[in-house]
């Protein structure tokens, strides 16, 4: 595993913390940010902030907000409209 | 974390009914077609234009674009996949309109809910306040491709395949702006303050 450990270990563990807790590295890579996340405090923390984040966002999910009445108003006159024409029409 | 519209089939049997008769130019069945997801339609919009009067606006203009365009839909893809797609898009315009205009981006205070736990003290309830307000001035600061990203996926919790659909981009690409967006908003809200908020 001594192999796998490089000099720039933490910047390309501190760019990648986020594809870890995703699940979206390969194996290889996975235990190239574990085995640097060991040994520093820094990347082991950021781990747990992205974690943090993520419960953070999904919180703040606007569940209850309903959408004002108005919404449809557009729609509904752009169907009246298009009623009125269909009437004049045939009217003419 | 993703919600149940993932589980869903494409267009089912109700949904293709009402579709057609919204294509023959029955406004009700449009109305309750797109109603089903208006309220998750208009949260997104908030958080992608993070003000509620514009996104008011926003959805107005992408429900009219969606009735006046229901003819071109062919019932390949979920009906609301197709409609948050116009949704996204329009408040895309929205910003780039805001910005021609050299107009900075609000924080609408109400645009991010962090709800508190009741036995918050005050001290505990100044940060949580702090970091809600964190929150929402480091998403708004995103360009609009990666706070897309970030909305869609980590705050409505869309499936990727689903958010990547929405956004109109293949699914590797999706996922490299959601990483670049959650690493601007952690640099922005600090590594602490983000352990500090979760404990």
Redesign the interface.
């Known amino acids: 595993m001594r192999a796998l450990r490089r000099r720039d270990d933490h910047a390309w563990s501190q760019e990648h913390l986020s594809h870890y807790v995703e699940g979206d590295l390969s194996w290889r890579a996975r235990r190239r940010l574990e085995l640097h996340a060991e040994e520093c405090p820094d990347c082991s923390s950021g781990i747990r902030a992205v974690r943090a984040l993520l419960r953070l966002m999904h919180a703040t999910a606007d569940r209850s907000g309903a959408a004002p009445a108005s919404i449809f108003d557009r729609v509904r006159a752009d169907a009246a409209r298009g009623e009125t024409d269909v009437d004049q029409a045939r009217e003419t | 974390?993703t919600r149940s519209l993932t589980t869903r089939r494409p267009v089912q049997t109700a949904e293709r009914d009402l579709v057609r008769c919204a294509q023959a130019?029955e406004?009700a069945a449009?109305?309750q077609l797109?109603?089903e997801h208006?309220?998750r339609?208009?949260?997104v919009v908030?958080?992608l234009v993070a003000d509620r009067t514009e996104a008011?606006d926003v959805?107005?203009?992408s429900?009219?674009r969606a009735?006046?365009g229901i003819g071109r839909f062919q019932g390949h893809s979920m009906f609301y996949t197709w409609l948050y797609r116009i949704a996204v898009n329009e408040s895309n315009r929205a910003l780039e309109r805001r910005l021609r205009h050299g107009v900075a981006t609000p924080i609408d205070e109400e645009?991010?809910?962090?709800?508190a736990p009741a036995r918050d003290g005050p001290a505990s309830q100044a940060e949580q306040e702090e970091?809600?307000h964190g929150?929402d001035t480091a998403i708004a600061s995103l360009a609009p491709p990666y706070r897309t990203a970030?909305v869609l996926r980590?705050?409505?919790?869309l499936s990727t395949r689903e958010a990547a659909k929405i956004a109109g981009v293949g699914e590797a690409a999706f996922?490299s702006r959601?990483?670049q967006a959650?690493?601007k908003?952690?640099a922005a809200?600090g590594?602490?303050a983000?352990?500090a908020?979760?404990i």
């Open positions: 974390m130019g406004v449009f109305e797109a109603g208006a309220d339609l208009y949260a908030v958080r008011e959805v107005q203009e429900l009219l009735w006046r645009s991010v809910q962090i709800p970091l809600r929150l970030l980590d705050i409505e919790g996922k959601l990483h959650r690493l908003v952690r809200l590594d602490a983000l352990i908020a979760s």
